[in-house]
Structure formats: structure tokens, C-alpha cells
């Protein structure tokens, strides 16, 4: 399968706990993007690299929240002392950003977090 | 801001054409996506639109106006399997994609 992968699928964890989320993009993708999606929503932008590094941050995201993509490749999204309102799906996508293309970008399938 | 507007929910019957408007603010977006949702599962890319004009793929077409911030997603011959949220995106020029919320259609029988 070359598409994109997350993991884990599913994460149940107590308020106040740490979370670690894993995304692989499509391997010659240089761009990678989190979302986050609530019920009856469209995805909502947090952040998104261009290879190793991040580009922008959104302004809704507070401090507990942290995204790396150290060699250009995977990514993790990190959220710290989890609250109820984290619970959602959060989705990891990735595009090619090169000349002639518009930035189609391909979605893994998500992460499903529940905060207790 | 970037706001994007959908209705909530459509419905239309099977065999049937439907046409999911968006509407957005013009400055900003130098293109315009659509993105197909099922249920419980990841969106998936339909189409972009970054010239004013209609641009057809098979049973789905795309229209955008730009100096309207206006585009509509046009859907023949409708399928159930067509029952979905449909997502109208804009790409910004840092290539940053801000979402609608999505119109959710129900294609009956």
C-alpha cells in the first residue's frame, strides 16, 4: 500500500495524559499537513511542513499541541495534558508541491482520539 | 478572513442532477477545491478549479468565478453511492487549504 498511513487508528486516553500520533506520507510527497475533523465538520487546518520544515502554525492550535517531521519523511503530532474538547479524528495528509501541480492533497485514513 | 460557505444538507433522488453551491471571500484563494467525504472515512480529492469556467470529469463537473467568489460542484446521474459530504476547500497562496464545513447529500431512491 503507498498511501498514506497513520497510526495509531484509534486512542482512548484520560484527561490530563500525553498523546503521540504518527503520519507517513506518500514517499516522494514534500508536503505534509494535520487537520482536525469533528463531527459534522470539515477538516480543520493545524499545521503543515514543506520536507523538514514547518511552514504555518494555526493560531487556534494552544501550546499543548507540537508537530514535528524530523527527516522530512514521517510525522508526529504530539498533544500534551489532554482535555475533552482534543477528542476528534486527526487527519494527516500530503501533497507534491512542484512546478505544474496545485497541491492535490491525498488523506490517511485518521486517527480517532477520545479523551475521558 | 477566509470564510467558506455551504448549505448543510441536500437531498435528491437517484438518476437525478444536483448542484452543491459554495460560496467564499475572494481575497485570498488562488484556487478552489472539492473533496468527497463518506462517512468515517478520509476526504478524497474530486476537483480543482483555479481559472474561471466549468471543468468537467465525468459524471462530476466543477464551476468557479472568481470575481464572484462562487463555485458550484455539479453532480449527474446521481448514484447512491454518491451519498457523501461534499467539501469545498480554498487554496491559499502558501498553499495552505482551508475547509467549509461540508454539505451532506442524501441520494434516495
Known amino acids: 500500500d503507498t498511501g498514506v498511513s497513520q497510526d495509531p487508528r484509534h486512542k482512548i486516553t484520560k484527561r490530563g495524559q500525553n498523546v503521540t500520533f504518527r503520519c507517513d506520507p506518500i514517499s516522494e510527497h514534500n508536503r505534509l499537513y494535520w487537520y482536525r475533523q469533528t463531527l459534522g465538520q470539515g477538516p480543520e487546518f493545524l499545521t503543515y511542513?514543506?520536507?523538514?520544515?514547518?511552514?504555518?502554525k494555526s493560531r487556534l492550535l494552544s501550546d499543548r499541541f507540537s508537530a514535528e517531521r524530523p527527516k522530512g519523511s514521517f510525522s508526529t503530532l504530539e498533544i500534551q495534558r489532554t482535555e475533552q474538547g482534543d477528542s476528534a479524528m486527526y487527519l494527516c495528509?500530503?501533497?507534491?508541491?512542484?512546478?505544474?501541480?496545485?497541491?492535490?492533497?491525498?488523506f490517511g485514513p485518521g486517527t480517532r482520539l477520545t479523551v475521558l | 478572513g477566509q470564510n467558506i460557505d455551504q448549505p448543510t444538507e441536500m437531498t435528491a433522488t437517484e438518476g437525478a442532477i444536483v448542484q452543491i453551491n459554495c460560496t467564499y471571500q475572494?481575497?485570498?484563494?488562488?484556487?478552489l477545491f472539492w473533496y468527497q467525504q463518506h462517512a468515517g472515512e478520509a476526504p478524497t480529492f474530486l476537483s480543482y478549479n483555479v481559472l474561471d469556467g466549468l471543468e468537467e470529469k465525468g459524471r462530476f463537473s466543477s464551476f468557479l468565478s472568481r470575481s464572484k467568489g462562487y463555485s458550484y460542484l455539479l453532480l449527474k446521474e446521481l448514484q447512491m453511492k454518491d451519498s457523501a459530504s461534499y467539501l469545498c476547500?480554498?487554496?491559499?497562496?502558501?498553499?495552505?487549504?482551508?475547509f467549509g464545513a461540508g454539505t451532506r447529500l442524501f441520494v434516495k431512491a
Open positions: 476547500a480554498g487554496n491559499t497562496g502558501g498553499f495552505k487549504t482551508i
Open positions: 495528509a500530503s501533497s507534491y508541491l512542484g512546478q505544474g501541480r496545485y497541491n492535490e492533497q491525498f
Open positions: 475572494t481575497s485570498g484563494f488562488n484556487g
Open positions: 511542513f514543506q520536507n523538514e520544515a514547518q511552514l504555518e
